[in-house]
């Protein structure tokens, strides 16, 4: 995957929001997930938009999500919970895209999201 151009808007809010004053890992996963769950607004619907091995949804197919997955699922990457095929199930929020109809807050968490991880970066 080819690394996005530094954005120092989100430079600036990951450093000043974001992963401020953590130390490690594990406090910049939980600021991660502060981060994504104060400022998204739940339900929205989404779309995946790449296949990946830890999900079984397919690109291009339209999911609802419905809120953040626990806390213990987000250690390494942030996950989302959405109903599918009747079930809750959690899925890597990088694998989801919105529209432009999406809340503009929830939208900058997906961008912010997807850019961090282009970038390589980690908790």
């Known amino acids: 995957m ?4 530094e954005n120092k808007d989100r430079e600036d809010r990951f450093i000043n ?11 910049r996963a939980m600021n991660w997930y502060c981060y994504a769950a104060n400022n998204m607004v739940f339900p929205f619907k989404a779309q995946c938009s790449a296949k ?3 999900s079984p949804l397919k690109a291009g197919e339209a999911v609802e999500v419905t809120g953040m997955a626990d806390t213990d699922d987000c250690a390494h990457e942030l996950m989302v919970l959405i109903m599918w095929q009747g079930e809750e199930l959690a899925v890597p ?6 529209s ?8 900058q968490v997906l961008a912010d999201w997807h850019y961090w991880v282009a970038k390589g970066y980690c908790f």
């Not at 080819?2 to 151009?5: A, D, E, I, L, Q």
């Not at 992963?19 to 490690?24: N, R």
């Not at 432009?100 to 939208?107: A, E, G, H, L, S």
Request: hydrophobic share 30%; with cysteine.
């Open 17 to 27: 929001e974001v992963v401020v004053d953590a130390c490690g890992e594990e406090e």
């Open 2 to 5: 080819k690394r996005p151009p």
């Open 93 to 98: 929020l990088d694998q989801l895209k919105t």
């Open 52 to 54: 990946r091995a830890a």
């Open 100 to 107: 432009t109809q999406t809340n503009k807050m929830t939208r």
